[in-house]
């Protein structure tokens, strides 16, 4: 299994990051890729790719709750950044209107000046959207020829919004949200349409943890997600396409290798 995303440079990890690595690797993570959400975020990412060989990597980018923070520094920053080898893709960026903490104007202007970015680089981009469907793939659309590789990460939304991706010859991420009983189970149906070959697995840690972890795995503070419990976002996958857990965790773990140009 390679988790596509997990949130490794959070101020939660920073005690136990080797403790949480090793569970990681001996759940049969075999490699995670550790997402940048701001400047601060995309620097450790980084660093810690950078000391993990082969089995970190990093993205770096600017998350539309940080959208205002956007700047011509912001942007020659995320540039030098980006040109490293250990950083695999630009964002996490797009739009999110469900909470709206930056001006949506902002948000706009950061999203496509990181795809801009990603073009220049030639790198895949690593994106989020929640409540923005119209206006984030209006601009998907706009520039997804220019673009390499393109995932919509942490996918939520409904069906339609799914093939519209789909149709645009992007990848979509799926989380432990899938598991949640509460507002996940419209993603059953999603994730049996999505092709095998577009399909990544991720668990956005330390969000998102799995409802369906059993009792005696659950976190001491009843929250905290981990690479760790990817495979119980694999399992709901493979129950939901009718698939066996290995069909799905190996080609999900091919897809990445591809979509990310990892080692």
């Given amino acids: 299994m390679i988790d596509i995303g997990a949130n490794l440079a959070h101020e939660t990890f ?7 690595l090793t569970q990681a690797w001996d759940a049969g993570v075999q490699a995670i890729v550790v997402t940048g959400s701001c400047m601060a975020s995309s620097r450790r990412a ?6 993990h060989p082969g089995r970190l990597y990093a993205t770096a980018g600017l998350h539309p709750h940080h959208a205002a923070e956007w700047s ?12 490293h080898e250990q950083v695999v893709s630009l964002g996490e960026c797009g739009l999110d209107y ?4 930056a001006p949506r ?3 706009r202007t950061a999203f496509v000046a990181q795809l801009e970015l990603a073009v220049a680089l030639r790198k895949p981009v690593f994106l989020h959207q929640r409540d923005a469907h119209t206006d984030f793939v209006a601009v998907l659309r706009e520039f997804r020829s220019a673009l390499s590789a393109v995932c919509v990460h942490c996918f939520t939304d409904t069906a339609e919004a799914a093939q519209d991706y789909l149709a645009l010859d992007c990848h979509i991420g799926i989380t432990g949200w899938i598991c949640d009983e509460r507002r996940g189970t419209h993603l059953l149906e999603v994730v049996r349409d999505i092709p095998a070959a577009r399909l990544l697995v991720e668990t956005d ?6 409802r369906n972890l059993p009792r005696a795995l659950r976190p001491v503070d009843g929250r905290r997600n981990e690479p760790r419990f990817l495979p ?10 009718g698939e066996s857990a290995d069909l799905v965790a190996s080609q999900t773990a091919r897809n990445a290798r591809a979509f990310f140009a990892l080692a």
């Fill in 232 to 241: 119980w976002v694999v399992a709901k996958i493979a129950d939901a396409r």
């Fill in 105 to 107: 104007r902002a948000q």
């Fill in 14 to 20: 920073a005690h136990d990051l080797d403790h949480v």
């Fill in 46 to 51: 980084l660093l810690l790719a950078q000391a």
């Fill in 72 to 83: 011509p520094t912001c942007a020659a920053n995320l540039g030098e950044l980006g040109a």
């Fill in 98 to 101: 469900f909470r709206d903490l």
């Fill in 205 to 210: 840690a330390p969000y998102l943890l799995p």
